[in-house]
């Protein structure tokens, strides 16, 4: 009887020492999810779809922007846009703000969530990748 009881309790301190280190690692590494950047900072604009708004917001659906150049598609974030663009049937003629607020982090994880969305199946981007843009190469 005795033994069992200190058993339990040996277990059990244990369990709860594991518990709190579980909830402390969890509360230090603040998960970076690309769904919540792009909910937060391009849904209004983009749309939760990708798909934008016909004649304002361009969509984010296999655009060569989106697929193509990475360097070019982290400028855009890092510096905004503002020129015509040509989608589909469709001109785009709205400026995109900067969206520099967001750390590398942040942009590398919405800039895969996007590249990997909404019909796209390109490569993630790094958050190496954005440093190296921000700097200036
Ligand atoms: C205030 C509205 C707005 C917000 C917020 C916004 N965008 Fe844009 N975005 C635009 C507009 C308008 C353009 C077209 C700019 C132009 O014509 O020069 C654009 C262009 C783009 C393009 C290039 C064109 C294309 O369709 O492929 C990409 C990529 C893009 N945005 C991604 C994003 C991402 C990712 C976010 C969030 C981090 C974001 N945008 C936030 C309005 C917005």
């Known amino acids: 009887m005795r033994a069992t009881n200190s058993t339990t309790m ?14 402390f690692s969890f509360a230090q590494t603040p998960v970076v999810s690309g769904e ?3 909910a937060n900072n391009c849904l ?18 296999k655009t060569k ?27 785009y003629e709205n400026p995109m703000p900067a969206q520099s607020h967001l750390n590398d982090k942040e942009m590398a994880a919405v800039l895969t969530y996007v590249r990997s969305h909404f019909g796209n199946k390109a490569s ?6 954005v440093k190296k843009v921000r700097l200036g190469n």
């Open 10 to 23: 040996y277990y059990s301190f244990f369990l709860c020492l594991f518990l709190a280190a579980s909830i």
């Open 124 to 129: 993630a981007v790094s958050e190496a990748e």
């Open 44 to 61: 209004t604009c983009h749309q939760a779809d990708g798909m934008g708004v016909i004649g304002m917001n361009p969509p984010l659906s």
């Open 36 to 38: 919540k950047i792009y």
């Open 65 to 91: 922007w989106v697929l193509g150049d990475k360097n070019q598609l982290i400028t855009i974030l890092l510096k905004g846009m503002k020129q015509t663009l040509e989608i589909g049937d469709e001109f």
